[in-house]
């Protein structure tokens, strides 16, 4: 029976007392395989020996080829893994104590410094490039260890949430460089959260009858007649038909404002809702509220025409998914069409037989957005393939109700002006060419010291909490910092850097 070529070293060095002081490679070198047995050459030409490659994930096979490399006269496994006269457990451990493969202790330096001066980005960053390049022997342990330093900075999410983001961008910065979560063993700590926070989104709540008025909302009359329309769709069936309605909302109009309400009067009827938004920020204004991603499962990656969420239907977010009778989701505007379309399959996918038949399984869907706002971004987009991909485009369009609202609830008399200028902008007004604005005259200052004494008065700088209220905004980082050196050189005393 033929043998490997390792067991028959073995067996070389035990008999062949030149082998004695020979690694595996220089018996490759100086000797021919029979296919069962090492030979001297019978000349002494010269002759070039290797190992195969192996990929660091698998650690085992990665500190045996390391060992194999330095190891001299071994005639067995435990030779190999002996070091110094000590014999150990594995190849990873002896190759560590041997100093052929960096230990963790290595990567924990490299972290514990970063975690003292970084921000979290800034970690996750790193975390990903020591495993992209480095191959750390246990990049698990390196996870649960410093997860918590890696975790965005958010007050209204859980630790679960937050490390399903952070996964998530280590992720995305591993499929970039040819990597997976896989490979570095870590898809184990990806799957476990995803079950966690499917069982973290409850819907279950309170039940009151579903005629209880809207309570602690103030609605205007176009806000209250929003409120009542989607209730009422909300009462019906899933197997009813579409049910899908779209608010516009001018910055100021109180568009969230009125999405909590209505998430307020369908969990008093009973109702099971789930609020979700665009972005991180916006989901913190909405009650419950969730990034559409985290929610959803959607992919990183460009989203097309063809692409499906990460939900199986027994799972708990799918089965979360199937139950839900309302989303309610904000900021629409900023997301392609092929993310909306991408949710309408998931959600026909996880449904029953009966309510699949109808666009997003007749679950009342409810979108809040402004088209003077963002709009979804294209890398290297024109300006019309930005248009071409938004919502508007998609063919779910058409079938959705659309409701405005146009009154400022936020701006005084004084403001009216300025408000009104923003809007005609946003309106495609007030250019004098295609790229380029009108600005008012009134609206402008002559020297950037006049802006910085209206915003940061003698009197602003002496009120702590009025300071905390005011800002100047800038394009560049390089900008705010010449214009904070200017605020601070108003303040009185003198300046001391705190390292």
């Not at 460089?177 to 490979?183: F, P, R, V």
């Not at 309408?344 to 003077?372: H, K, Q």
């Amino acid at each position: 029976m033929p043998r490997s070529k390792l067991l028959a070293y073995f067996d070389l060095v035990k008999t062949c007392p030149r082998a004695k002081n020979l690694t595996w490679i220089e018996v490759a070198e100086q000797f021919h395989f029979n296919g069962s047995a090492y030979e001297l050459f019978k000349n002494n030409g010269r002759r070039i020996a290797r190992i195969y490659s192996v990929s660091p994930k698998f650690s085992e096979l990665y500190a045996l080829r390391k060992l194999l490399f330095y190891t001299r006269g071994a005639s067995s496994f435990e030779d190999i893994r002996t070091v110094r006269g000590v014999l150990y457990e594995t190849f990873m451990e002896a190759a560590a104590a041997a100093g052929y493969v960096e230990t963790e202790k290595e990567w924990e330096d490299c972290l514990d410094s970063a975690c003292e001066t970084d921000m979290p980005t800034d970690i996750r960053r790193l975390y990903a490039q020591i495993l992209l390049y480095c191959h750390p022997t246990n990049p698990v342990y390196l996870w649960e260890k410093y997860k918590q330093a890696m975790r965005p900075r958010s007050i209204t999410e859980t630790d679960d949430q937050l490390d399903m983001r952070s996964i998530d961008h280590i992720d995305s910065i591993l499929t970039r460089n040819g990597m997976s979560l896989e490979d570095c063993g870590l898809k184990v700590i990806r799957d476990n959260l995803i079950n966690a926070l499917g069982n973290e989104i409850s819907l279950e709540r309170e039940t009151f009858e579903y005629d209880t008025p809207v309570r602690n909302f103030v609605l205007t009359r176009a806000q209250q007649k929003i409120v009542d329309t989607i209730f009422a769709a909300s009462l019906t069936p899933k197997t009813n038909g579409n049910k899908l309605f779209y608010i516009d909302g001018k910055a100021g109009c109180g568009k969230t404002y009125t999405l909590n309400a209505l998430i307020d009067r369908l969990e008093k009827a009973g109702k099971k809702v789930l609020a979700t938004a665009s972005t991180g920020i916006a989901a913190t204004l909405l009650k419950d509220g969730r990034t559409a991603h985290s929610l959803f499962r959607l992919p990183l990656k460009s989203l097309n025409s063809l692409s499906v969420a990460n939900v199986d239907a027994s799972s708990p977010i799918g089965q979360t998914l199937n139950a839900v009778d309302v989303i309610v989701w904000d900021e629409i505007s900023m997301q392609s069409r092929f993310v909306l379309e991408c949710v309408e399959r998931l959600l026909r996918d996880v449904a029953s037989p009966l309510a699949s038949s109808s666009l997003f399984a007749g679950v009342t869907l409810v979108l809040g957005g402004d088209w003077c706002q963002f709009l979804p971004v294209l890398q290297g987009a024109t300006r019309q393939e930005t248009v071409d991909i938004t919502f508007k485009r998609s063919e779910l369009w058409k079938y959705f109700k659309t409701f405005t609202l146009d009154e400022n609830m936020r701006l005084g008399l004084d403001d009216r002006e300025h408000a009104d200028w923003l809007l005609s902008v946003g309106l495609g007004k007030n250019f004098s060419d295609e790229d380029n604005i009108v600005i008012p005259p009134s609206f402008c200052m002559a020297t950037e010291a006049d802006i910085i004494e209206w915003v940061y008065s003698a009197d602003i700088l002496k009120d702590p909490s009025t300071l905390a209220k005011v800002a100047l905004l800038t394009v560049r980082n390089c900008d705010a910092e010449e214009l904070n050196s200017k605020v601070l050189e108003r303040l009185p005393g003198a300046c001391v850097d705190i390292i």
